[in-house]
C-alpha cells in the first residue's frame, strides 16, 4: 500500500544515513586498485580475503580475469574509544518513553 515514489525516497534516506556513517567513521577505498572492466591477472599469492574469484574457476593460479567490481576496504578507521560503561555488544540501546 506505498506508492513508488515514498518507497524511494524512505530508501533515499536510509543510504544517505548509511552513507554518512561510513563516512564518519571510515575511510573507504577500493579492495583492489584497478579499473573495473580492465584484465587483471592473479599470480598464486593474491590476498584471498580481498579478492574473491568468480565465474568459471578451475585450475591453479596464475589466473587471468577481467576486474568486475573493485570492492572496498576502510584505509582509515576512527572508531571511538570504549569505557568500561560501554558494551561493545549493545549496537542500539533500546528506548523507554516515560
Known amino acids: 500500500g506505498v506508492e513508488d515514489a515514498d518507497s524511494g525516497a524512505t530508501a533515499r534516506m536510509v543510504h544517505a544515513g548509511c552513507r554518512q556513517v561510513v563516512s564518519d567513521w571510515f575511510a573507504p577505498g577500493p579492495a583492489l586498485e584497478g579499473d573495473e572492466g ?9 590476498d584471498r580475503k580481498r579478492i574473491r574469484l568468480t565465474g568459471n574457476v578451475s585450475g591453479d593460479p596464475p589466473f587471468r ?3 568486475a567490481h ?14 568500561g ?14
Open 70 to 83: 573493485h570492492g572496498w576496504r576502510a584505509t582509515q578507521a576512527n572508531l571511538p574509544t570504549l569505557t
Open 38 to 46: 580492465a584484465g587483471i591477472v592473479l599470480e598464486a599469492d593474491y
Open 65 to 67: 580475469g577481467v576486474l
Open 85 to 98: 560503561a560501554s558494551d561493545p555488544q549493545v549496537l542500539a540501546a533500546a528506548e523507554v518513553e516515560l
